[in-house]
């Protein structure tokens, strides 16, 4: 089997965790998911955010740049892959996985994975593809957006694959979301124009070369201009967004 996803964080994961800070709101949306439960397993933990702070968290993250910027205080991170768990049957009372499933190797293997090891909930975070074009950003970087879509699995696929029972909501993003994903920007496009922000996306390694420039330049130029807020400025007054983020949770 081969391992690793398709992004190599050890070359491009520093600073991660300055951009992707966890949402309380969207950490809330989580933790309620997890239920009562004390063991987490968090697989493609990336620099540990959304794990819960009281209870007992075990990180499985293969990017060692990426187990570097963990927080202090965090739970033990281990190298290893979703596809292959280094863990016995039911050995923790949940398992979670936020915004990574897009990247692992095997799809089917690492959720069968996260259902062996879970005595309870397994809780997934993961982008809806189809949703992705109902928003502004398709008309500045519409490869973007199709370079996204291609490798986000099917949400109901996803669902099919953890077994009966399984749960799939939607998550609002806020306004003001601190997670530096590209739809946390609905309403704030001058983020997306600071290329610190844009390199803890890593939906922007997909596209050609010299769409990421284009993409800069046509939305600084409407913005000064105002032809952005003329067209899209009602997205500045939406305290939520329901995008792509979606919520799957498998109870056993």
């Given amino acids: 089997m081969r391992m690793g996803g ?16 966890p949402d309380r709101r969207i950490a809330a949306a989580i933790w309620n998911a997890l239920g009562d439960a004390r063991t987490v397993l968090n697989v493609g ?30 739970g033990v991170a281990i190298e290893a892959y979703a596809e292959a768990l280094p863990l016995d049957d039911g050995a923790v009372d949940a398992a979670m996985a936020v915004a990574t499933i897009h990247q692992w190797a095997d799809l089917a293997k690492g959720l069968c994975e996260l259902r062996r090891v879970a005595r309870g909930p397994v809780v997934i975070v993961a982008f809806d593809g189809p949703a992705l074009s109902q928003w502004w950003l398709n008309d500045y970087a519409p490869e973007l957006i199709l370079a996204e879509q291609r490798r986000y699995p099917g949400v109901d696929a996803v669902a099919a694959e953890l077994g009966r029972g399984t749960e ?43 769409v990421e420039q284009r993409f800069e330049a046509s939305l600084a130029a409407d913005l000064a201009s105002g032809a952005w807020d003329a067209r899209y400025g009602a997205w500045r007054a939406r305290p939520t967004y329901d995008g792509s983020l979606r919520l799957i949770v498998n109870r056993r």
């Fill in 6 to 21: 398709d992004v190599d964080y050890d070359a491009t994961g520093r600073g991660y965790a300055m951009q992707r800070r």
């Fill in 45 to 74: 933990a990336g620099a540990g955010s959304y794990e819960p702070q009281d209870r007992h968290v075990l990180a499985v993250e293969p990017s060692r740049v990426m187990r570097s910027q963990r927080p202090p205080g965090a």
């Fill in 168 to 210: 799939v909501s939607s998550i609002s993003i806020p306004f003001d979301c601190t997670d530096g994903f590209t739809e946390a920007y609905y309403g704030r496009p001058e983020r997306l124009l600071d290329p610190a922000a844009r390199r803890a996306q890593s939906s922007w390694g997909f596209v050609e070369p010299g």
